[in-house]
């Protein structure tokens, strides 16, 4: 049973940075692909990034390409999202979500993702 928690989320102002994390456990014989997705307030759950296992694949919506980074501490056990250049419509609750898959292997779509975190809040002020 794969766990998941999220750290980082916080109340920021347009064009700031922060770094969003994700702990994972209890994955001892298994690889899974880790991505990030996000809910803002009457929408639906959009995917935001997805990195391998490895950490070799990454891939980013065209929403946050070149603001926002996904990557994988493989020491640590943790995913971290680095998000720049910070817009009010990035406000929203943050989730990490894993797959198990193969470890070169990214997934971008949503059903594959078994595993999901509670949750960051991220908000962004005009």
């Known amino acids: 049973q794969v766990t998941l928690v999220e750290s980082g989320g916080a109340l920021v102002q347009t064009g700031g940075s922060l770094r969003l994390s994700c702990q994972v456990s209890g994955h001892t014989f298994s690889t899974y692909a880790m991505a990030w997705f996000r809910q803002a307030p009457g929408k639906e759950r959009e995917f935001v990034a997805a990195t391998s296992w490895s950490g070799g694949s990454t891939y980013y919506a065209g929403s946050v390409k070149g603001r926002f980074t996904i990557s994988r501490d493989s020491a640590k056990n943790t995913v971290h999202l680095q998000m720049n250049s910070l817009k009010p419509e990035d406000t929203a609750v943050y989730y990490c979500?894993?797959?198990?898959?193969?470890?070169?292997?990214?997934?971008?779509?949503?059903?594959?993702?078994?595993?999901w975190g509670q949750g960051t809040q991220l908000t962004v002020s005009a």
């Open positions: 979500a894993a797959a198990e898959a193969p470890p070169t292997i990214l997934i971008v779509a949503t059903l594959p993702y078994k595993y």
